[in-house]
């Protein structure tokens, strides 16, 4: 049989505020390595057999973020699928089985959240192989993984009848998260595991089950697929039948409902990484119970999380404390209200801020850009252009801009003139005149741009031309 992973990458991880945000979320987070979530996702099924290129889902802002992440770790990609807007996991899955089934009716599929830790690899496989296996008969196979602790943060799934020589066992049901008293007695019965949300199966099953419970969500996504259009490996789908989907989880929509759902444990080290007290759970903690990352000093301190990305922290008689600090943000919180972080980020939307969109930092397909520094008629930003990146063909209505070149070799095109540039050099250009700024060379391009005028909103950007097809919507810098 043939295995083809599909990875969901829709989660905004808002509770890991201020590392986490909406155009950079959870799953491009490196929390307990080098390699990001989604990285470590995707290298979770190297030991498979028969394992094929990973089909992704995300949306439009993240599609080269996630394609980069790929391409980082020498991984390729079957295709990158754009939803217009999340719709949740089982129209995600539907979309993305549309595509598997035409190419091959018996393929099965192993659906994996692409923001969740589990360090065993090796045992992973294993498990991802047997549960095929199962799945190849018809089941509709979920894995539970074995709780050590009575958790109030997840969902639960209470088996029922063992399946003979399987360590699997039939679904009795699907309980929401619990409060306090009613985990340790989950706990204690033994018939109750988390919800992992990754699930085995077979590609044509998946499409005959949501059809019998939830055709509506079907309907749309066929038509959906009918409006297909493809982009470099991006597919993206038709909108306003994409659109008119309704928004549910796969356990809502098929796995509460189907008399073939199986669950098989997991009896690894998991962790959906959900809040910054988990990560504190995950990492290694110091002789004082404290996990520390970059720049930090802890004076009678215990307990607590401290990230430093830019400057010194200094703590100083904490306990139980979470601090998180970036260039443009730091969070302070007691770890046992960890879950209570995304009230901030409610908070920054409602008062129309944007430090829950972006860092300071912000990745663009042809590299990055930073803002330093900034007054009421000026702006001054960093700008790295990676070899063969190319900003639009733009200008803008309110704002004149200076580039100078710190390092590489710039292409400039403004008006009807292009020159080069190198280092030590600059250039200007007026306000309402179409630019254009490329690397053509070998090594990263960085400049300095300095921005003056009335407005220096990112929305003062019209595109003529774009090599990365960004849709006309999207107004962004470059």
């Not at 080098?34 to 979770?44: A, D, F, M, P």
């Not at 702006?379 to 990676?386: D, G």
Request: contains cysteine.
């Amino acid at each position: 049989m043939t295995i083809y992973p599909v990875i969901l990458c829709g989660g905004a991880g808002s509770r890991l505020w201020p590392l986490s945000r909406e155009f950079h979320p959870k799953p491009l987070l490196a929390v307990g390595g080098e390699k990001t979530l989604l990285q470590e996702t995707v290298l979770r099924l190297g030991e498979v057999s028969n394992i094929q290129n990973p089909i992704l889902v995300c949306n439009e802002e993240h599609r080269f973020l996630i394609a980069d992440q790929l391409l980082k770790i020498g991984k390729k990609f079957d295709s990158i699928i754009l939803e217009p807007k999340g719709r949740d996991t089982a129209p995600a899955l539907t979309i993305a089985t549309l595509d598997i089934v035409q190419r091959d009716p018996e393929a099965v599929v192993v659906v994996m959240p692409a923001d969740q830790m589990i360090p065993d690899m090796s045992n992973f496989s294993r498990l991802v192989e047997q549960a095929a296996v199962l799945s190849d008969s018809g089941s509709l196979v979920t894995f539970g993984v074995v709780p050590d602790r009575a958790e109030t943060g997840y969902g639960y799934i209470k088996r029922g009848q063992v399946l003979s020589e399987t360590r699997a066992y039939l679904v009795d049901k699907f309980v929401e998260k619990p409060d306090k008293e009613t985990a340790k007695r989950y706990l204690e019965s033994g018939d109750y595991y988390w919800n992992a949300g990754i699930f085995v199966l077979r590609a044509d099953v998946w499409l005959n089950e949501i059809n019998e419970h939830r055709p509506i969500i079907l309907k749309a996504c066929e038509t959906s697929m009918q409006g297909k259009t493809l982009d470099s490996g991006f597919m993206r789908i038709g909108s306003e039948s994409f659109l008119s989907c309704p928004a549910e989880s796969i356990d809502y929509s098929v796995m509460e409902n189907t008399g073939n759902a199986v669950v098989l444990p997991l009896p690894l080290s998991w962790s959906d990484v959900g809040s910054w007290s988990s990560i504190w759970n995950l990492l290694d903690q110091d002789e004082s119970g404290n996990v520390k990352k970059g720049d930090v000093i802890c004076h009678e301190t215990k307990g607590s999380l401290i990230m430093s990305e830019s400057r010194c922290v200094a703590t100083v008689g904490l306990e139980d404390i979470i601090i998180v600090e970036t260039s443009d943000a730091v969070l302070v919180a007691n770890k046992n209200r960890a879950q209570d972080v995304k009230a901030i980020v409610s908070h920054l939307k409602s008062r129309g801020r944007t430090e829950h969109l972006h860092h300071r930092r912000v990745h663009r397909p042809w590299g990055d850009y930073e803002g330093i520094d900034h007054g009421g008629r000026y702006q001054v930003k960093r700008i790295s252009v990676k070899p063969g990146g190319k900003l639009s063909l733009q200008m803008h209505h309110h704002r004149a801009e200076h580039w100078i070149v710190v390092s590489g070799t710039a292409k400039v095109v403004i008006g009807d003139s292009e020159r080069l540039l190198s280092e030590n050099e600059s250039t200007y250009i007026p306000i309402g005149v179409t630019h254009r700024l490329e690397n053509p060379g070998t090594i990263p391009l960085e400049l300095i741009e300095v921005q003056t005028g009335s407005y220096l909103g990112e929305d003062d950007i019209v595109r003529f031309e774009d090599i990365y097809n960004r849709v006309p919507e999207t107004k962004k810098a470059g």
